[in-house]
């Protein structure tokens, strides 16, 4: 993951814990008490999903006899969210938007847009990322593309497979633009330099 990244996946985490009050031991046990009393309730799926977390926290703090830690959730959550490794060292950008999609689930469950999100977080993470990277050209230029590509330059209207195609085009068409600026530049230098 870049700083960024890792950033982002703190703060999140930080959102959630916050949420779920697993800030401090005391809150923690106060959490899991209320979790095995049944008291805490948002909806069917997400009681499964904190219990899943509950039940595979709770199983890595028997196994290094000890209690539940903050660490042991975030580390759950993120095997929960389907990613194969807990270390956040590890993740890829597909691993990143599943665990980001839980988190913020879990830090406000009754937001829609998070609800979605945990629906099928990776298309949408690869869509914010193919949009972040076409917005980076000039808007006139990646208009004009998508224009002539897709018959329109409304990005928001693009499915995934016509954004990868554009985030393409874009990257490549600006790669060679500036490995051509760089060559001229230096053939420029040169001829002065003679």
């Known amino acids: 993951m870049t700083p960024a990244q890792t950033q982002l996946y703190f703060r999140t985490w930080q959102a959630t814990a916050k949420a779920q009050g697993w800030n401090t031991k005391a809150d923690l046990a106060a959490a899991l008490a209320r979790h095995h009393?049944?008291?805490v309730w948002e909806s069917p799926a997400l009681n499964q999903t904190l219990a899943a977390i509950y039940q595979l926290a709770?199983?890595?703090a028997h196994f290094a006899e000890r209690a539940v830690s903050a660490d042991d959730l975030r580390h759950a959550c993120a095997l929960v969210a389907g990613v194969r490794h807990s270390s956040c060292k590890a993740f890829t950008?597909?691993?990143?938007?599943?665990?980001?999609?839980?988190?913020?689930?879990?830090?406000?469950?009754?937001?829609?847009?998070?609800?979605?999100?945990?629906?099928?977080?990776?298309?949408?993470?690869?869509?914010?990322?193919?949009i972040y990277l076409i917005t980076q050209a000039d808007a006139p230029y990646w208009q004009r593309i998508a224009l002539d590509k897709c018959g329109h330059g409304y990005l928001d209207r693009l499915n995934l497979s016509q954004l990868r195609q554009l985030s393409l085009t874009i990257r490549n068409r600006?790669?060679?633009?500036?490995?051509?600026?760089?060559?001229?530049?230096h053939h420029q230098q040169e001829a002065i330099a003679a």
């Open 58 to 60: 709770e199983s890595a």
């Open 37 to 39: 009393k049944g008291e």
């Open 174 to 185: 600006v790669s060679y633009r500036s490995k051509t600026e760089h060559h001229q530049h």
């Open 93 to 130: 950008n597909s691993d990143l938007d599943k665990v980001l999609a839980m988190l913020r689930l879990l830090a406000n469950p009754t937001n829609l847009n998070n609800q979605l999100a945990a629906q099928n977080p990776g298309e949408a993470g690869e869509r914010r990322r193919h």
